[in-house]
């Protein structure tokens, strides 16, 4: 049985207060009851925007005409999804009230376990209905995180957590996970960049500052030092900073021509979505 609307209710009225809550995680026994309880078995990727992708060949950087881009991870696993159920709206963007991006994108999820997810959040849709839908939240300018995320089936009530596959529609204005730089290390480290990617701002930077504004970076991770722009760890390489950089001089590059394959294994050895 799927959660009763009034625990829905109850986590759009506590959304505001995340960041305190995040921080919280961060006292040692607190940090280690939460990972246990939400966040065990984690492991989620975000997807960097297809259109900001290079690939290194050698020294060589190249846009991936062929070569697959990252959105192909998540049409793969939709393919193989024998169950696709979309919600009626993001949670996250509905708590905040935003205004920038479209609240009706909410996640999409995949697998066995949305058979018990409660007909009042959302609807089961077809194949082809979540392939359409997928990209429309692209379209939308939303960036997209995929893989295993205990709290979404807990706070669903769904069972097996390993059935329950996540694709999140996320604004960097409202993401759950602008949380990252206030959780707990252990916890944090499940919400990753995809492996090979790399995000450098080249000598063509002149300090402009707009990848520094508040909503450009997820994770809030980047900063003018001496009028240059430095991307600090936290970044999970979403790729909004090349997306919004006036100059063109940061870049997204991936050192792995098989970083799809690669994402999708790892993918797979935590849900089984068919």
């Known amino acids: 049985m799927g959660a009763p609307l009034w625990m829905v209710e109850l986590l759009k009225k506590t959304f505001p207060n995340r960041r305190l809550i995040a921080q919280a995680t961060k006292i040692p026994i607190i940090g280690k009851i939460v990972d246990k309880l939400l966040f065990d078995g984690d492991d989620i ?4 925007k297809d259109n900001v992708v290079e690939i290194k060949i050698g020294q060589q950087l190249e846009r991936p005409t062929e070569t697959a881009l990252p959105s192909q991870i998540v049409h793969e696993f939709i393919d193989k999804a024998n169950y696709h159920w979309i919600m009626n709206y993001c949670i996250c963007r509905e708590s905040s009230t935003c205004e ?15 058979k018990d997810i409660n007909p009042h959040l959302g609807r089961m849709v077809t194949k082809e209905e979540a392939h ?7 379209e939308a300018g939303l960036v997209q995180l995929i893989g295993r995320n205990k709290l979404d089936a807990m706070w669903l009530n769904v069972k097996p957590g390993e059935k329950l596959l996540t694709i999140c529609n996320c604004c960097p204005c409202c993401c759950l996970w602008k949380i990252l730089p206030d959780l707990n ?7 990753t960049k995809m492996q090979g990617v790399e995000v450098k701002v080249t000598d063509a930077c002149v300090g402009c500052g707009t990848c520094t504004q508040e909503d450009v970076c997820f994770v809030d991770t980047i900063q003018l030092v001496k009028e240059r722009a430095i991307i600090g760890p936290e970044c999970r390489g979403c790729g909004r ?4 950089c006036p100059e063109g001089a940061i870049e997204l590059t991936v050192d792995n021509n098989s970083y799809v394959k690669d994402s999708i294994e790892r993918i797979d050895s935590v849900i089984d979505v068919e």
């Open 132 to 138: 359409e839908y997928a990209r429309k939240c692209r």
């Open 241 to 244: 900073c090349v997306d919004v």
């Open 185 to 191: 290390s252990e916890i944090g480290r499940k919400i």
């Open 45 to 48: 990727i975000y997807l960097p």
């Open 100 to 114: 920038d991006y479209p609240i009706k994108y909410g996640c999409l999820f995949l697998g066995e376990a949305v």
